[in-house]
């Protein structure tokens, strides 16, 4: 993972009402794989667009959301404030998804 500057973690569209967990970190347990999924569908369900779990090369856990440029019905501030939702509830899951990418990617 040499020369990387950035790897998605998960991500979900509510345009193709999918959702995206990459297989490099299937070794994560069930548990937090099914948290992470439930958190990115239930944004993109409530909010609408797309959101991004991302690590940033020196192993912060990054949050992004877009929407696609049609798209009047996405809720741009309540994006933002579910973002901040997510990482105040998700905390100390967040911090444990971090010091794991640092000790076995970094």
């Known amino acids: 993972m040499e020369g990387y500057d950035e790897i998605t973690l998960c991500a979900a569209s509510a ?6 967990f990459n297989p490099e ?3 994560l ?3 937090v794989q099914q948290e992470l999924q439930i958190a990115c569908v ?3 369900q409530e ?5 991004t779990f991302v690590y940033l090369e020196d192993g912060t856990l990054e949050l992004r959301t877009r929407q696609w440029e049609d798209d009047f019905s996405y809720d741009e501030i309540g994006s933002v404030l579910k973002i901040k939702e997510l990482q105040r509830e998700k905390a100390e899951l967040f911090e444990s998804l971090e010091l794991f990418f640092r000790t076995f990617y970094i």
């Not at 909010?47 to 959101?51: A, N």
């Open 15 to 20: 345009y193709e009402q999918k959702y995206y």
């Open 25 to 27: 970190f299937a070794t």
């Open 42 to 44: 239930l944004f993109t």
């Open 29 to 31: 347990p069930e548990a």
């Open 47 to 51: 909010v609408g667009g797309i959101l």
